[in-house]
Structures are given as C-alpha cells and as structure tokens.
C-alpha cells in the first residue's frame, strides 16, 4: 500500500505485487484504490483489499520528489492501524527503501 495527501485528502494506492525499487511504470495499473480515510476503512470493514498489507513508506527517498508518497503523521496513522487491527487487517509498516516487501 502507498499513500499520499493529495487536493481531496489522503489517497491509498494497492498492489498484489510491488517491486523494491519501483518505478513510475510500476505505478500505473494498482490493484485497487480509496479515496480517502472513510473509503479505506469500509474496505477494512470488508477485509478489502487483502487482509495483510505491507504499507511503504517513501518519506526521504529520491523517488518523492516525483511522487510524494508518504505515510499520514502519527495520529493518523495509529487510527488507520488500530482500525485495521480492529478489523482484521493486519498493516505492516516497510521503511523506505525496505527491499523485503
């Protein structure tokens, strides 16, 4: 999973599959989407997408200023996880440039 804050709020992208590195040509076909929080936790609620996730955080990679990937600040992120958890998703948290997911 990868997300960033655009125009609307925060944006989560998911793939089955993500090389590390990725390109911007990885990017283009994601297995699903949600458009901000509330979407993302109604696919929680449904264990949609995939109910364990490995969610990257790009924060200080040269690939950001490109594409300005990054996790939501803590509070946001506690919230996301706890709800996840409480839902039964499992979210692991990868370190930028992490080559085990």
Known sequence: MLS???????????????????????????DAAAIGISILKEGFVQRRPW????????SGCEFRAAHPFRIPP??????????????GV????????DKST
Do not use: Y
């Open 90 to 97: 499992f979210i692991k948290i990868a370190p930028p440039n």
């Open 4 to 30: 960033w804050k655009g125009p609307s709020g925060w944006c989560f992208l998911f793939f089955r599959t993500l090389p590390s590195p990725f390109t911007v040509a990885d990017l283009e076909h994601p």
């Open 51 to 58: 109910r364990h996730l490995t969610w990257r955080d790009q």
């Open 74 to 87: 803590a509070s946001i992120r506690d919230d996301i996880l706890a709800f996840a958890r409480q839902h």
